[in-house]
Nanobody
Framework: QVQLVESGGGLVQPGGSLRLSCAASGSIFSVYTMGWYRQAPGQQRELVAA???????NYADSVKGRFTISRNNVNNTVYLQMDSLKPEDTAIYYC???????????????WGQGTQVTVSS
């Protein structure tokens, strides 16, 4: 079994910062691309940032220069440092990871349960 556990969400004022964490655990052979998605009220889920196993990064245009994605390959954990937060960043943030489970020869995408980020004064 494989699971992703997220933490770090909360309420913050505009201009503030939050750091999200997502740890993959279970019967893991290897973790490939990891990323963060978000879904705001009345909006579709969108990719926020992604990072490959070789540390290649990709960001949504709306968060470039403000968010930073990173990973720890020892602990299979991905982070999202969010600075200069805006009210429009308010959403549920979901962790995603491509993982090969022990005993398999293929990768599957796994999702965290989501963590609420609210940016409001």
């Amino acid at each position: 079994q494989v699971q992703l556990v997220e933490s770090g969400g909360g309420l913050v004022q505009p201009g503030g910062s939050l750091r999200l964490s997502c740890a993959a655990s279970g019967s893991i052979f290897s973790v490939y691309t990891m990323g963060w998605y978000r879904q705001a009220p009345g909006q579709q889920r969108e990719l926020v940032a992604a990072i490959t196993s070789s540390n290649r990064r990709n960001y949504a245009d709306s968060v470039k220069g403000r968010f930073t994605i990173s990973r720890n390959n020892v602990n299979n954990t991905v982070y999202l440092q969010m600075d200069s937060l805006k009210p429009e960043d308010t959403a549920i943030y979901y962790c995603n990871a491509e993982i090969r489970q022990i005993g398999t020869v293929y990768e599957l995408k796994y999702w965290g349960q989501g963590t609420q980020v609210t940016v409001s004064s």
